[in-house]
């Protein structure tokens, strides 16, 4: 509970400080984590159930800043993106393009995987290995990369 804590937290501290973006963003998190606890009886969310959450709530709004971008709204998509970068303050450090590719030609080897074919047993391991170090849209294009 310690990073929902932090949220709350930054919730009062983003009020107090009218940094309005942050707040935007935090409170959509907050939100996210309530419909997600809410979801059933009994949940506990860890911090990497968090995290997730957290997650989606950034590629949501990429997503949005692409259809604003492309829809000739360039200050929405301004504002997404300044939402996007405060969710990510509270995110694990991503891996580089360099580090992914290391580790998945690691675990390549390790699986001993040597064909395209087999790229759904690469891509069921790393996702779990990566979760939160990498996006599986990033993970999945390495992987081919790897395997081709």
Avoid: C, F, H, W
Wanted: proline share 3%.
């Amino acid at each position: 509970m310690a990073l929902e804590q932090q949220i709350q937290n930054d919730i009062a501290a983003a009020m107090k400080a009218r940094n309005q973006v942050k707040l935007d963003a935090l409170r959509a998190v907050k939100s996210a984590i309530l419909i997600a606890k809410t979801a059933g009886a009994d949940i506990t969310l860890t911090d990497a159930d968090i995290v997730k959450i957290m997650q989606k709530q950034v590629k949501q709004r990429r997503e949005s800043a692409e259809m604003y971008t492309s829809a000739g709204r360039p200050e929405l998509a301004e504002a997404e993106l300044a939402q996007a970068a405060a969710i990510e303050e509270y995110l694990p450090k991503q891996l580089s393009p360099e580090e992914l590719e290391q580790q998945l030609r690691a675990l390549v080897a390790e699986l001993g995987v040597d064909s395209p074919q087999q790229m759904g047993r690469v891509m069921g391991v790393a996702t779990k290995k990566l979760a939160g170090l990498a996006d599986g849209r990033a993970i999945s294009e390495m992987v081919k990369k790897i395997l081709a």
